[in-house]
């Protein structure tokens, strides 16, 4: 049983920062004030990351996005390929909780996915330290309120909000929706710490809406077309490609359906 505190269980407010991420980076060497589980939240980020260096912020719409982020302490390198992978199903559940009407599923590794458009991207970044230890930062960025229109204006044409999916019938605080995504998390990394990512799987997969998917990799210097077939145990995803099985891991490449964005 894991005796540390849980995740979430600190939850600061920023009310304007560049990144959740980077500011929690950059206080990775005070294990003290920045514990275990710690967690910071803002609505209007200026700088945010996305996975492969994409651009994920909210400075032209202050009050319309949740940026989220919260340390792990004392992880292990081999859990940095599938945190992002339990990052995933957790803030499926968290966000089916607040919204039982939607359905979420994920486009692998780690988009949230509502009515076929992305809702949440997922970055999470670590640090060895000279004695070896390893500690993660977990970033989510969810859209809230934007409109269509402004989601267009923005070149976000793949892109949903809550406001959106809901018709503009439900508006999620961005402090109610980081609770619901952290105590989900809590949940799926006790059961990770526990018993493997073996006992996620099925989850995840039943959630992976890549899965059967015809799919476009798209590598540094080219493209192939092919079939995502399975998830492994190790959260990569086994496309059929030209006749072949390859196994592409998170990072390795950016997968997107032939017919669009899923």
Known sequence: MDTRGRVGEKLLWLEKVDSTNTYLKERLDDPQQF?????????CQTAGRGRRG????GANLPGASLALSFLLRGTALEDM?????????????????????????IKWPNDIICQGKKLCGILCESRISPDGSSDAVCGIGVNLTQTRQELDGAGLPHAISLGIALNGETKLSPERTAR??????????QIYRRDGFKSLLPEYKEKCVTLGKEVRVIWD????????????????????????????????????GLYGYV
């Open 35 to 43: 514990p275990h589980g710690l967690a910071v939240y803002t609505d």
């Open 54 to 57: 994409n651009r994920w912020d």
């Open 81 to 105: 390929g599938l945190l992002p992978l339990l990052m995933a199903v957790a803030a499926c559940k968290g966000l089916q909780n607040l919204c039982p009407d939607l359905s979420f599923g």
């Open 180 to 189: 619901a995504i952290l105590d989900a998390f809590e949940d799926i990394y």
């Open 221 to 256: 210097q080219k493209a192939q077309e092919g079939t995502a077939l399975d998830i492994t145990p190790l959260g990569e995803l086994a496309c059929s490609i030209e006749g072949n099985v390859q196994i592409i891991r998170s990072g390795e490449a950016s997968v997107r």
